[in-house]
């Protein structure tokens, strides 16, 4: 059987190496629109955190068996279609993730110094489509509207010293913008509480160790917080513990300022506030601030609702990060997609309707969870791939030419696909430029740059 799975992050791997696993003589091909492989592990994980990058070792192993194959610089929707692959490959698992935000919807949100945490985030860590952003740094104080890990890692790497970021994948040209960056103050800013946010206690330890930043908590979000966790899931405790210990902690900086010495740069958290709006700079160009609703919590742990009691507060900032979460987009007509609730319409990855179309990781189950959420849900449907195959509800009996297809098709459309060893010759490349500054690699941010390293 010929296996096409679309999109290389870790939920196409993950389901490419179970079906591998799991059947002898299945052919896997991995899609890629970019040349390069292994999506959000390389343009979402912060690098500062080089550990949780290591699955690519898992994920080299897998292209690099004799039956697999990564088919990288195809464009699926536009350079070939769904329903092309379906005629090339018995099974099509579609993998891609989510290539969008969501949207604010509030006035003011197209305003300049506005970005989306997931613009942001691909700016640093090398994503070509946000390679132009030049976000501006020149304010002092920065907002991110979110209270998940991807708002803990921007306010981290804002505040960072830069010799903890100099020894990381981060791009050179975002690494001399934090240079520059005059930002010495971060406010997350959540609609909900402190027993409501998204972070895990990690990322929250990260901050409040990160040299030569305070956090500014406010000890009256907490008050009567410590009843409340008793009887939570330990996660949850050990994390508002954190919250609460840290603060009520009057940190040696403190003293320090008091002494006269240069105040170092600060982060908190602010809690049940809802953005009603981007306020405008004088020119009615830039940002100079976020209008919020106040809101009061109705229900309790996960489930509870942040409510606008009415009153409204003004926050004075020149940076807005909106961090409220990624959209999946829709990638073929032919596909059938959920709108609403931003997902392939599924049962257990099997699209509705389509048989021999399946769907893992985001476009499955919406954009939330951790690399380990993801493998597992892609072993899920690899499972669904496999029982399907054995059931014989996937009729294998016609030979499909898989690739020798689809590669006629890309032929005569122009398009020239990118191989697993000219993704290793681009590997070497950044690897080499990385060693000369003194860095694990330097990230080739243009992909036209990487087709010429490969000569195409």
């Given at each position: 059987?010929?296996?096409?799975?679309?999109?290389?992050?870790?939920?196409?791997?993950?389901?490419?190496?179970?079906?591998?696993?799991?059947?002898?003589?299945?052919?896997?091909?991995?899609?890629?629109?970019?040349?390069?492989?292994?999506?959000?592990?390389?343009?979402?994980?912060?690098?500062?955190?080089?550990?949780?990058?290591?699955?690519?070792?898992?994920?080299?192993?897998?292209?690099?068996?004799?039956?697999?194959?990564?088919?990288?610089?195809?464009?699926?929707?536009?350079?070939?279609?769904?329903?092309?692959?379906?005629?090339?490959?018995?099974?099509?698992?579609?993998?891609?993730?989510?290539?969008?935000?969501?949207?604010?919807?509030?006035?003011?949100?197209?305003?300049?110094?506005?970005?989306?945490?997931?613009?942001?985030?691909?700016?640093?860590?090398?994503?070509?489509?946000?390679?132009?952003?030049?976000?501006?740094?020149?304010?002092?104080?920065?907002?991110?509207?979110?209270?998940?890990?991807?708002?803990?890692?921007?306010?981290?790497?804002?505040?960072?010293?830069?010799?903890?970021?100099?020894?990381?994948?981060?791009?050179?040209?975002?690494?001399?913008?934090?240079?520059?960056?005059?930002?010495?103050?971060?406010?997350?800013?959540?609609?909900?509480?402190?027993?409501?946010?998204?972070?895990?206690?990690?990322?929250?330890?990260?901050?409040?160790?990160?040299?030569?930043?305070?956090?500014?908590?406010?000890?009256?979000?907490?008050?009567?917080?410590?009843?409340?966790?008793?009887?939570?899931?330990?996660?949850?405790?050990?994390?508002?513990?954190?919250?609460?210990?840290?603060?009520?902690?009057?940190?040696?900086?403190?003293?320090?300022?008091?002494?006269?010495?240069?105040?170092?740069?600060?982060?908190?958290?602010?809690?049940?506030?809802?953005?009603?709006?981007?306020?405008?700079?004088?020119?009615?160009?830039?940002?100079?601030?976020?209008?919020?609703?106040?809101?009061?919590?109705?229900?309790?742990?996960?489930?509870?609702?942040?409510?606008?009691?009415?009153?409204?507060?003004?926050?004075?900032?020149?940076?807005?990060?909106?961090?409220?979460?990624?959209?999946?987009?829709?990638?073929?007509?032919?596909?059938?997609?959920?709108?609403?609730?931003?997902?392939?319409?599924?049962?257990?990855?099997?699209?509705?309707?389509?048989?021999?179309?399946?769907?893992?990781?985001?476009?499955?189950?919406?954009?939330?969870?951790?690399?380990?959420?993801?493998?597992?849900?892609?072993?899920?449907?690899?499972?669904?791939?496999?029982?399907?195959?054995?059931?014989?509800?996937?009729?294998?009996?016609?030979?499909?030419?898989?690739?020798?297809?689809?590669?006629?098709?890309?032929?005569?459309?122009?398009?020239?696909?990118?191989?697993?060893?000219?993704?290793?010759?681009?590997?070497?490349?950044?690897?080499?430029?990385?060693?000369?500054?003194?860095?694990?690699?330097?990230?080739?941010?243009?992909?036209?740059?990487?087709?010429?390293i490969i000569g195409h």
């Amino acid at each position: 059987p010929r296996v096409c799975v679309v999109g290389s992050g870790p939920a196409g791997f993950y389901t490419a190496q179970h079906i591998l696993k799991h059947h002898g003589g299945a052919l896997v091909d991995i899609y890629e629109k970019l040349p390069v492989p292994f999506g959000l592990v390389r343009f979402g994980v912060a690098p500062d955190h080089p550990e949780v990058k290591n699955v690519t070792n898992t994920f080299t192993q897998t292209a690099r068996s004799g039956r697999c194959a990564f088919r990288g610089n195809i464009t699926v929707g536009r350079d070939v279609t769904v329903p092309e692959l379906q005629r090339a490959y018995h099974a099509v698992v579609l993998s891609y993730g989510a290539e969008d935000s969501r949207v604010l919807g509030i006035p003011g949100e197209d305003l300049a110094g506005v970005y989306t945490a997931r613009a942001f985030v691909g700016w640093y860590n090398g994503l070509p489509e946000n390679q132009d952003l030049k976000p501006d740094l020149s304010c002092d104080t920065a907002l991110i509207l979110g209270h998940g890990n991807v708002a803990l890692d921007i306010a981290r790497i804002l505040l960072s010293p830069l010799q903890l970021l100099r020894k990381t994948d981060i791009t050179d040209s975002s690494l001399a913008a934090l240079a520059c960056s005059k930002v010495k103050r971060v406010w997350l800013v959540g609609r909900r509480g402190p027993l409501q946010v998204a972070f895990t206690i990690k990322e929250l330890r990260e901050m409040t160790n990160l040299p030569g930043a305070r956090a500014v908590l406010d000890p009256a979000d907490f008050s009567g917080l410590e009843g409340a966790v008793k009887d939570a899931p330990r996660p949850r405790k050990r994390l508002t513990e954190l919250m609460i210990k840290t603060a009520l902690e009057k940190p040696v900086e403190m003293q320090a300022a008091a002494a006269g010495a240069a105040a170092p740069r600060e982060w908190g958290l602010k809690f049940q506030r809802s953005p009603l709006e981007v306020l405008p700079s004088a020119d009615g160009r830039r940002a100079r601030g976020v209008r919020m609703a106040l809101t009061r919590l109705e229900g309790s742990g996960d489930s509870a609702k942040a409510i606008p009691t009415g009153d409204v507060e003004e926050l004075q900032c020149g940076l807005v990060l909106s961090s409220i979460g990624y959209r999946v987009l829709p990638l073929d007509p032919a596909v059938p997609f959920d709108s609403q609730r931003g997902v392939i319409p599924n049962s257990s990855g099997r699209v509705q309707g389509v048989p021999g179309l399946y769907c893992s990781g985001w476009v499955k189950r919406g954009p939330t969870g951790v690399i380990i959420t993801t493998m597992n849900d892609s072993f899920d449907t690899a499972q669904s791939v496999l029982e399907d195959l054995q059931g014989g509800v996937l009729d294998t009996s016609p030979s499909r030419e898989g690739f020798g297809l689809v590669e006629s098709i890309l032929h005569s459309r122009g398009v020239r696909p990118v191989s697993f060893s000219d993704w290793e010759k681009i590997d070497a490349a950044e690897v080499a430029r990385g060693k000369a500054a003194g860095k694990p690699r330097e990230k080739i941010v243009d992909p036209a740059e990487m087709l010429r390293i490969i000569g195409h």
